[in-house]
């Protein structure tokens, strides 16, 4: 579905006409450029896209499929890049990623939606207000978008952090780190970890680039080199993000390794607890066994206080054998 189409002069919007064919051309003539932005559109809409703007058969391929890691391709007319926005749902605490595939040429900017989780009309309506910015051209809307998604990794990871630390003394508590739904908890957030890793993970090389960040000096093309300090401003972010997962993730290994081994502890308490009363049952257990076999010689058969006897004889050993084990942490 085609959700906006405008062509920007001087950083103003004016209404780009309905048919395609026009617009790339109407955009050059006045100087500036034309912004189409589509939401999971069909192959036979995007067909007209295609042929107006020249877009390579292999970007197009996956802008309709979608499911694609972040990545920067560079083709002869066009640039592609693809930005996974995520999304964190406290009440689940599910994290879920949608898609937005930028094509970027000299005149025109082409963005392709995927899901429910990116920003694209904010974005829109905040380069808008900012004409200075967007009479930067096409370069504008990339870096506008990557910023705007960048940023929310931040507000993700934040998120995540405070679940992180409810997880973390919900574990170390006396009683909540025996829970049977705790190490599934913990395995359930190692997911979401994983899921926001799959989208700030690949795109550290295409911001690289994009910011002319070390041995990537020679720039972009269809991408101003003046552009490039705040592609570094969103590399930055994104360096933070990415230094925050791969916390999060030995934090939360670190706090499964630590459930796992006070399970372990509790289990061998519990063990040592049924030891000790085993062995306190087995006392009795043997002296009414030898005295129940009913053989004529036996000690203090006949004796009239051998019962009594016998029955302190199995308390005294029974006190005995507590406090032993109380001493030593087994009860």
């Known amino acids: 579905m085609i959700v906006d189409c405008a062509i920007y002069r001087e950083g103003h919007r004016s209404e780009g006409p309905q048919d395609f064919s026009d617009a790339l051309d109407e955009a050059r003539s006045a100087g500036g450029f034309v912004w189409i932005g589509l939401h999971e559109p ?3 809409e995007f067909d007209l896209v295609t042929q107006e703007f020249g877009l390579h058969p292999l970007a197009v391929e996956d802008a309709l499929k979608a499911h694609q890691r972040p990545k920067l391709e560079v083709y002869d007319d066009s640039l592609f890049v693809v930005l996974k926005p995520v999304v964190y ?4 605490d599910t994290v879920s990623s949608g898609e937005v595939m930028i094509f970027l040429g000299d005149s025109f900017a082409v963005t392709v939606r995927h899901g429910e989780g990116a920003p694209l009309k904010a974005v829109r309506r905040r380069l808008e207000r900012e004409p200075e910015l967007l ?14 998604v960048v940023d929310h990794y931040l507000d993700v990871a934040t998120e995540l952090q405070t679940d992180l630390e409810e ?7 006396p009683d909540g780190g025996g829970s049977r739904h705790t190490a599934s908890k913990i395995y359930n957030f190692k997911r979401q970890i994983l899921e926001f890793r799959r989208a700030t993970g690949p795109l550290a090389l295409p911001m690289t680039r994009l910011a002319g960040v070390g041995s990537y000096g020679a720039g972009v093309p269809f991408v101003e080199d003046r552009a490039r300090p705040f592609f570094r401003d969103v590399h930055d972010h994104l360096t933070r993000v990415n230094e925050s997962v791969e916390g999060l993730d030995r934090l939360v290994s670190d706090i499964l390794s630590a459930h ?11 063990m040592r607890k049924i030891s000790a009363w085993a062995a306190m049952a087995a006392i009795p257990t043997m002296l009414a066994g030898i005295y129940g076999m009913n053989f004529e010689h036996m000690p203090e058969l006949r004796w009239e206080w051998s019962y009594p006897v016998v029955i302190v004889v199995m308390v005294a050993l029974e006190v005995l054998l507590f406090r032993l084990f109380k001493r030593r942490g087994w009860m």
């Open 42 to 44: 069909t192959a036979d």
């Open 89 to 92: 749902e406290p009440r689940s």
């Open 135 to 148: 009479g930067e051209g096409p370069t504008s809307v990339l870096y506008a978008i990557a910023d705007a």
């Open 167 to 173: 997880l973390e003394a919900e574990v170390f508590t």
């Open 260 to 270: 796992l081994a006070q399970m372990s502890v509790r289990q061998n308490d519990d």
